[in-house]
Antibody, heavy 119, light 105 residues
Framework: QVILEESGGGVVQPGKSLRLSCVVS????????LHWVRQAPGKGLEWVAF????????YYGDFVKGRFAISRDKAKNTVFLQMNNLGPEDTAVYYC????????????WGQGALVTVSS | IVMTQSPATLSVSPGERVTLSCGAS??????LAWYHQRPGQAPRLLIY???IRATGVPARFSGGGFGTDFTLTISSLQSEDLGVYFC?????????FGQGTKVEI
């Protein structure tokens, strides 16, 4: 059974940093690309970041502007999203999602981690 | 690429046939997916490559279209189908989603 489980969300002040984790099970991390997708409260979905199955390729949404970094630890079956210089506009539920075919669609999702940026 | 969905909201009765539309601001070939999101839950993949049902998705869901115009059809709406439906293009970086169609029972 494919499971993705996010953690690390919480309330953070503007300008501060937060690191999200996504632990996967039911498949090896080396077999799939992983993405982060976010959803602001009551809003639609926004693609955030991508890491390839071998970790060699990483891409980000335009709004990231160098503030976020996606990485992975194969031994721990975990993908991370380091978020720096957060602003209120980054408040959202952050989902990690699997892209098993490296095609760009997301076939499995985690339950999400809520990040609230507020003073 | 801007993805535009219509209508924004759809009020329907169980058993009805429902068609949702999604348009792309430029051609995306068949690189389109549909997701369903129930309240308080994560999205779930329904359709990819415009017309292929994902594993476990009931046959009442079907997708079609190519280029810039796409549809998702639910042949006979069930109560568990309520929620928001999003389309997503993956032909071009950066991947983009439509704003969603809310289906109310």
């Amino acid at each position: 059974q494919v499971i993705l489980e996010e953690s690390g969300g919480g309330v953070v002040q503007p300008g501060k940093s937060l690191r999200l984790s996504c632990v996967v099970s039911g498949f090896p991390l080396s077999s799939s690309s992983l993405h982060w997708v976010r959803q602001a409260p009551g809003k639609g979905l926004e693609w955030v970041a991508f890491i390839s199955s071998d970790g060699s390729e990483r891409y980000y949404g335009d709004f990231v502007k160098g503030r976020f970094a996606i990485s992975r630890d194969k031994a721990k079956n975990t993908v991370f999203l380091q978020m720096n210089n957060l602003g209120p506009e980054d408040t959202a539920v952050y989902y990690c999602a699997r892209d098993s075919r490296r095609s760009g669609h997301f076939d499995s999702w985690g339950q999400g981690a809520l990040v609230t940026v507020s003073s | 690429i801007v993805m535009t969905q219509s209508p924004a909201t759809l009020s329907v009765s169980p058993g009805e046939r429902v068609t949702l539309s999604c348009g792309a601001s430029q051609s995306i070939s068949n690189k389109l997916a549909w997701y369903h999101q129930r309240p308080g839950q994560a999205p779930r993949l329904l359709i990819y490559d415009a017309s292929i049902r994902a594993t476990g998705v009931p046959a009442r869901f079907s997708g079609g279209g190519f280029g810039t115009d796409f549809t998702l059809t639910i042949s006979s709406l069930q109560s568990e189908d309520l929620g928001v439906y999003f389309c997503q293009q993956y032909n071009h970086w950066l991947y983009t989603f439509g704003q969603g169609t809310k289906v109310e029972i």
